[in-house]
């Protein structure tokens, strides 16, 4: 790999050397800037990075093990040839960084955002930037606080410069310092107040734990969501608190968990977690939403998903699915399970001489009929048009009939809608499931519906009993 060179490469070079800050140790003036960028961004990586002749050196980082990496991979070595903000929303799809090692590496960056750093002459000395391991794009208000915070590092940056030049007024230059870590310190306080402020009033709980999972802060919606006061939270086991499991492994995306209220009462939970060092300890932000109501939705959409729109009866899904269980319960029990196919006979005349609305009044009315007229284990289900399915587990044999003619019985008798009487009737095919059988759902319905066609060719109003399948 390459890397493009500024024009005015050998004075800013000079200008890096005079500065003195590679290879020094580290600041907390400095530190707290990238640990700011870190939270105000959410992104797991920050740095002051320092472009020097092959390599770039990072003064200060929150998330990253490497002090330097050579120039040619270096991000920043475009930032400081831009001379202008750089940001890149996808590092996969820019050919300036594609085949970055860096990029390319499991878990490596997709998303960097950097601010060129510079010294009162205008020679570019590095960048302010952030980093993620998932494409993003930065918004107005994130690139805004980046900028702000760039521009306290080119404050100290410049100071610094001062300070060399007036080497001869060491006192001075001593409380000019001061004067400028003191304005830093009201700087980046005012900053973490309007986090904490975020924070605080977050709808969502957020929760900061050092590295062995003791809480180090608990706001209020915590409080509200688990019932803990921030007071009894404060340096107890997180697991001990809400998340008797631990903290989910994979922290690249949102977790899907339970947690556990004060009271026992658990919950459905989305846990966002994201690690980070402070002084060369881990430390861990969670935040955490209560997805109760998301998965209630969930439920009511499955719900819908297998019932008729029309009947509100079951429909043909949830036929697929109950059916192979209750064959399975009978060879489980050695029970007997009947499946009856009926079809409505003069359901067509009805539909061509009163509309269709009076149609489907006909059959909302007929699926309240049949659910009334079996047994509340059984199993009613609308198979399409006027098709329905009847499951009966555990019926004796010699059951069946009578209970197929209660069902004609019921069907036939007339329906008064909108002042008109209507007639239909039904025909019903039997297939039994035994024990020894071996056939798929699919053939015993098949059964079924053959043999309620038998009866339709028979006369109508008719049952007929499915011949059994071979062992």
Not at 15 to 31: C, H, I, K, S, W
Not at 191 to 202: F, G, H, K, M, S
């Amino acid at each position: 790999m390459s890397f493009p060179i500024p024009f005015d490469e050998d004075a800013r070079l000079a200008a890096l050397n005079e500065l003195a800050l590679l290879d020094t140790a580290n600041e907390p003036v400095f530190d707290r800037i990238t640990r700011l960028v870190s939270l105000l961004l959410n992104v797991p990586m920050a740095a002051v990075s320092l472009v020097d002749a092959n390599r770039q050196w990072f003064k200060s980082k929150v998330g990253m093990d490497v002090i330097e990496t050579p120039r040619d991979e270096a991000f920043c070595a475009y930032t400081v040839v831009q001379a202008a903000p750089l940001i890149v929303n996808d590092a996969l799809l820019d050919e300036r960084f594609a085949d970055n090692p860096y990029v390319t590496m499991p878990g490596g960056v997709r998303f960097y955002a950097g601010l060129p750093l510079k010294n009162s002459q205008g020679y570019v000395l590095g960048s302010l930037c952030a980093m993620d391991i998932k494409p993003r794009i930065l918004n107005i208000a994130e690139q805004a606080a980046m900028e702000d915070l760039a521009d306290i590092v080119v404050g100290e940056i410049q100071l610094r410069e001062r300070l060399i030049d007036e080497q001869k007024s060491k006192a001075a230059s001593q409380r000019a310092l001061n004067a400028l870590h003191l304005s830093l310190e009201q700087q980046i306080e005012q900053r973490i107040r309007e986090l904490n402020l975020v924070i605080e009033t977050a709808y969502d709980a957020y929760i900061s734990i050092d590295e062995n999972g003791r809480v180090l802060d608990w706001n209020r919606a915590a409080e509200t969501m688990f019932g803990w006061s921030r007071k009894e939270a404060l340096t107890r086991s997180i697991t001990t608190l809400m998340l008797p499991k631990g903290l989910p492994s994979d922290v690249s995306l949102p977790a899907m968990g339970e947690a556990k209220r004060r009271d026992g009462v658990r919950l459905p939970v989305e846990i966002r977690l994201k690690s980070y060092e402070v002084n060369g300890r881990t430390r861990r932000s969670m935040f955490i939403h209560d997805i109760t109501e998301r998965k209630q939705l969930e439920r009511l959409r499955d719900q819908e998903a297998r019932e008729d729109v029309l009947t509100r009866l079951p429909n043909r899904r949830a036929l697929d699915e109950r059916l192979p269980e209750a064959m399975a319960r009978v060879r489980r029990t050695h029970k007997p399970l009947a499946v009856l196919f009926l079809d409505l006979d003069g359901f067509k005349d009805i539909n061509d001489q009163h509309g269709h609305a009076m149609g489907d009044e006909l059959l909302r009315d007929i699926a309240q009929r049949l659910q009334m007229a079996v047994r509340e284990t059984d199993f009613v289900a609308r198979w399409a048009g006027d098709e329905f399915v009847v499951l009966l587990e555990g019926i004796a044999c010699d059951a069946i009939g009578p209970l197929a003619d209660k069902l004609i019985h019921t069907v036939e008798q007339p329906i008064v809608l909108s002042g008109a009487v209507l007639n239909v009737n039904t025909s019903i095919g039997v297939a039994l499931c035994m024990p020894e059988a071996a056939e798929t759902p699919q053939e015993l319905l098949k059964r079924a519906d053959v043999a309620m066609y038998e009866a339709k060719r028979t006369g109508k109003g008719q049952v007929r009993l499915a011949p059994p399948v071979d062992s």
